[in-house]
């Protein structure tokens, strides 16, 4: 037990896919940037909070057999690359679907889940995973 | 006079039938099926609990009542699986909903009517002009101990109010509560599964106050049931509200749009509100409704309401309606239900 | 400009594998006193040392390898500089770089490069979590990303774009295991089928067992001098021609192409531009193909073959025998992947290839050979080009 602040820190980006946009080029970001990689010093002081629509694409996908031990009890699970409609690519869980039914191009839409939890009493980690719309 | 603004329900997309729960434990499961009328109930997966669940619900409410979730001064949260013993659940659904740091919020418990409990709270201070929209939710992952006949019908889901006097869909003409002490049911601090006195929480307990409470709410209002298009009562099983509803001289018609437990199970604190909100998918301006909870413990929680014109402005579709989610299923065996409910237990490195 | 030439005069390692006897500290001092003793050099020779590591902090609980490894060498005494170079699975490359770049700016005449992983120390799948501190914590692996899921990720959309077969993936697999079978220091000393490296238990789909590279314990280690010190000590050794390094997005989600290895690619042309050699000049190529899918894509952004296309070369191309032999030492897959080591290690087959000293898995007439070593999905690339003198 021990992961916390860590944690909490970033909760706002995983609860409402909080990413970011430069004001400079109006590229969108997620996870939030300090600095546009494309603007560089230009995007200082411009990059902005924007909410993302948690909806897009799959780009690719794998089904998961082999897990990390808090994963366990989900096996197999599918990851997928997700590109949002706002244009930033993410990493997360496609659930509720049958994995055989899931293909790249394919629309899904997030939803609130749980991702994992400190122990037996430590915090529950909760955030973005994805359904087939 | 305030209402509803917006609703939203979530149901698990799981679902397990009684026979497979009765294969397992040696019981016959004609038996089970008429003896309690559930042919089938939600499961949440591993990464859904009540904080999910209010949240999904919430925030389908939020978009069919097409207000800011900055405008909503109270949460309210009622169940008896709140994911955290101490750290309310209406703590992660404020911030999943980006409310603001100034917010009314606490959760409830009071078995199967926190809920609604609830929605009488946030009633009061938006009838008082302490807030201008509040949000209620009643959801419940709820707990059958394995073998227990709880096991057929304890199941997941949950439904949010948001409540305000502008743009109400339908208006809360009155609200009443019973309360008793009368032990039916129950589970004590740091016990996994509850306790219930089987015959026990029939008359004395579910009957006794699902009815006063109805009676003294048609008596209040000066209705009798032919004055009502629905009612929806808890229906910790398929068998009691139809009971109910026919012992206070309501007809199947009204009655069966919002009875969910035979496909969806007891979602506990989400019973009876799940119920209103398969109402509310269909119902009509000009339409009434009886809505009574009951929770163990015991006391009832009795609304009566009428469906506004602002219904047919509202885009019902603009979140998953009750009939969306009966349809949108998968079926899952005993040993996958046992994982997901964690009846299996890991390796303590593991979980 | 200061610029002296730079040359590896040892080379030394443990062997691969499950090493249930041996500790952290075990493994890099027998890997760096056998370099020290192939360089033919003294322990008081050695002016710098790099500890390459990647994950000991948290599978071994300890950090401060530059001075372990100074320490349990019996050279704490000398006081010399001990720093660790952390580049996740590139540590080593990195490390050997920083090392070059010491001897090649005339600050310092003998550097040695130890990189070390002992992974079995942890049990269970515990590992694996620990593995995907590779990947972006927060962004890939908190959400359930392994390094194994993110390759296979790639994996599916390679194999659709270009409408590549799931045999061409697994002959690397089965390359690895048949040079493999002649290292005698290796992982794995089994050949395998087409067919078994077809079908063995699903990891992540499309990949299963045969196309990741496995937990493997091991270290190695390599002596670099200035080309003055060789002079004067009447040495030789092989001469690093080019060492490039590269970065990109950490996170796979954040690039343009999750098939294109941007890190390895300008790495890559770098190498090849300072060196003056051609792609065709290579004798063979060391590949860190941590997973099957990324050979294929290294031999493409390393520049051997277009962009979808490396799938030509797995017949017989990338043989011992073929035009470009591919992973002589047995590659990620069956040498084995001691993740701090594995760049190092390519240094160790590079050595014996070019001095003729890699017996039954020699290349024929090698003169030039490529080493690639990469970190995660590709977020660090280290390019070297070596010859024979």
């Excluded at chain 2, 997966?45 to 009542?65: G, H, L, N």
């Excluded at chain 2, 506004?308 to 040993?335: N, Q």
């Amino acid at each position: 037990m021990g992961e916390l602040s860590r944690i909490w820190r970033e909760s706002e980006h995983r609860y409402r896919l909080m990413g970011n946009r430069c004001g400079n080029c109006n590229r969108v970001f997620f996870p939030i940037r300090a600095v546009c990689p494309h603007c560089h010093r230009e995007s200082i002081g411009k990059m902005k909070p924007m909410e993302l629509s948690g909806r897009g694409e799959i780009v690719s996908f794998t089904i998961v057999h082999d897990t990390p031990p808090s994963f366990v009890r989900q096996r197999p699970y599918a990851l997928a690359l997700i590109k949002l409609d706002e244009g930033p690519v993410l990493t997360g869980q496609i659930v509720d679907a049958e994995n055989d039914s899931i293909e790249m191009g394919k629309r899904v839409r997030s939803v609130f889940r749980k991702i994992g939890e400190d122990g037996k009493s430590g915090i529950i980690q909760y955030g973005y995973k994805f359904v087939l719309e | 006079m305030s209402g509803i603004v917006g609703y939203g329900s979530y149901i698990p997309k799981y679902r397990i039938k009684p026979d497979e729960i009765a294969r397992v434990w040696g019981e016959d499961a004609e038996n089970i099926r008429n003896g309690i009328f559930v042919l089938s109930k939600s499961v949440p997966s591993p990464d859904e609990d009540v904080i999910t669940i209010s949240v999904e619900a919430a925030r389908s409410a939020v978009k069919r009542a097409k207000i800011k979730s900055s405008d909503i001064g109270a949460i309210y949260i009622g169940s008896e699986s709140h994911p955290y013993a101490v750290k309310p659940t209406a703590t992660v659904v404020s911030a999943a909903l980006g409310c603001d740091f100034p917010l009314f919020a606490a959760d409830y418990e009071f078995a199967c009517k926190a809920g609604t409990a609830a929605m009488q709270n946030v009633k009061a201070m938006v009838d008082s002009g302490v807030i201008k929209y509040g949000l209620a939710i009643g959801s419940d992952t709820s707990q059958g101990a394995p073998g227990d006949a709880l096991e057929y019908t304890a199941s997941a889901g949950g439904t949010a109010f948001i409540i305000g006097k502008e743009r109400s869909i339908a208006e809360i003409n009155g609200t009443l509560s019973v309360t008793s002490d009368t032990p039916d049911f129950w589970r004590r601090e740091g016990q996994p599964y509850p306790s219930h006195g089987e015959r026990f929480t029939g008359e004395p307990a579910y009957f006794r106050h699902t009815l006063t409470a109805s009676r003294l709410m048609m008596e209040k209002m000066g209705t009798k049931p032919s004055d009502y298009n629905y009612a929806v009562f808890h229906q910790p099983n398929g068998k009691f509200p139809t009971r109910a509803a026919k012992t206070l001289g309501f007809t199947e018609a009204q009655y069966n749009d919002g009875l969910l437990t035979p496909y969806i199970g007891n979602t506990y604190s989400g019973a009876m509100m799940t119920g209103l909100s398969a109402i509310l998918d269909k119902a009509k301006p000009g339409e009434r409704i009886l809505a009574v909870s009951f929770g163990s413990g015991a006391g009832s929680d009795a609304f009566d309401l009428t469906v506004t014109e602002e219904i047919l402005k509202m885009d019902r579709h603009a979140a998953p309606t009750i009939s969306d989610m009966l349809a949108d299923v998968k079926w899952i065996d005993y040993a996958v239900y046992a994982k997901f409910k964690k009846k299996i237990v890991l390796g303590e490195d593991v979980e | 400009m200061l610029s002296e030439n730079v040359f590896v005069i040892g080379a030394g390692e443990t062997k691969y594998g499950e090493l249930w006897e041996k500790s952290l500290r075990d493994l890099a001092v027998e890997a760096g006193l056998k370099a020290i003793e192939n360089a033919g050099i003294y322990s008081r020779d050695v002016q710098i040392l790099y500890g390459s590591n990647s994950l000991a902090g948290i599978i071994n609980g300890q950090e401060n390898i530059g001075s372990l490894i100074a320490d349990f060498s019996g050279i704490a005494s000398g006081n010399i500089p001990a720093v660790r170079i952390e580049a996740s699975s590139a540590s080593g490359g990195a490390a050997v770089r920083e090392a070059y770049l010491a001897i090649k700016s005339g600050e310092y005449d003998v550097a040695v490069v130890g990189g070390v992983e002992k992974m079995t120390d942890i049990f269970g799948n515990e590992v694996l979590d620990m593995m995907s501190s590779l990947l972006d914590r927060e962004w890939e692996a908190f959400f359930g990303a392994t390094p194994a899921a993110l390759a296979a990720i790639s994996a599916r959309k390679y194999m659709k774009d270009f409408n590549v077969k799931k045999e061409a993936l697994a002959m690397m697999s089965v390359n690895d295991h048949a040079n493999a079978s002649l290292n005698p220091n290796s992982h794995f000393k089994n050949k395998i089928t087409l067919d078994q490296a077809l079908n063995a238990t699903s990891v992540a789909e499309p990949l299963n067992l045969m196309d990741c590279s496995p937990v493997t314990d091991g270290a190695s280690a390599i002596v670099l001098a200035s080309e003055s010190y060789l002079k004067k000590n009447k040495l030789n050794g092989m001469r690093i021609l080019a060492s490039a390094i590269s970065q990109d997005y950490l996170a796979l989600h954040s690039r343009d192409s999750i098939y294109t290895l941007d890190s390895t690619r300008i790495a890559a042309d770098e190498a090849f531009k300072r060196s003056g050699l051609k792609r065709e000049d290579m004798s063979f190529v060391e590949l860190h193909d941590s997973y099957s899918i990324y050979g294929l894509m290294e031999l493409e952004d390393l520049g051997f073959a277009k962009k979808g296309e490396a799938d030509k070369l797995v017949e017989e191309d990338i043989k011992l025998g073929g035009r470009l032999p591919v992973n002589p030492s047995g590659g990620l897959k069956a040498k084995g992947n001691p993740l701090g080591a594995t760049g190092v290690g390519q240094f160790v087959e590079a050595f014996l290839q070019l001095k003729g000293k890699a017996d039954k898995r020699q290349v024929k007439d090698a003169r030039y050979g490529l080493l690639q070593n990469m970190a995660g999905t590709g977020s660090t690339s280290v390019v070297h080009i070596v010859g024979g003198d």
